[in-house]
Nanobody
Framework: QVQLVESGGGLVQTGGSLRLSCAAS????????MGWYRQAPGKQRDLVATVTRRGYADYADSVKGRFTISRDYAKNTIDLQMNSLKPEDTAVYYC??????????WGQGTQVTVSS
């Protein structure tokens, strides 16, 4: 069982920045895929960004050019740098990792609120 703990959420004004971090209980080098998802009130959980073990990153169209996903092997974290934040980015952000055996793990989520 892999434990994921997100941090870095908070309240920020439009145009501001936040950096989310996801700490994993297992080595991130062992995961097949890593990513961030978000869920706004009353909406489904949507993909924000993913990165594969080989470093291929993919982003939702709505965040391309503003968000960057990265891996910090020294800290064993999966990070999401969010710049030029907009009110529509307000959501609970979840970390997700996929094991090589097909298993999926989720963190508990961290709230991001962008005020207009």
């Amino acid at each position: 069982q892999v434990q994921l703990v997100e941090s870095g959420g908070g309240l920020v004004q439009t145009g501001g920045s936040l950096r989310l971090s996801c700490a994993a209980s297992a080595s991130i080098s062992s995961f097949r895929s890593m990513g961030w998802y978000r869920q706004a009130p009353g909406k489904q959980r949507d993909l924000v960004a993913t990165v594969t073990r080989r470093g291929y990153a993919d982003y939702a169209d709505s965040v391309k050019g503003r968000f960057t996903i990265s891996r910090d092997y020294a800290k064993n974290t999966i990070d999401l740098q969010m710049n030029s934040l907009k009110p529509e980015d307000t959501a609970v952000y979840y970390c997700n990792v996929g094991g090589t055996d097909g298993s999926l793990y989720w963190g508990q989520g961290t709230q991001v609120t962008v005020s207009s």
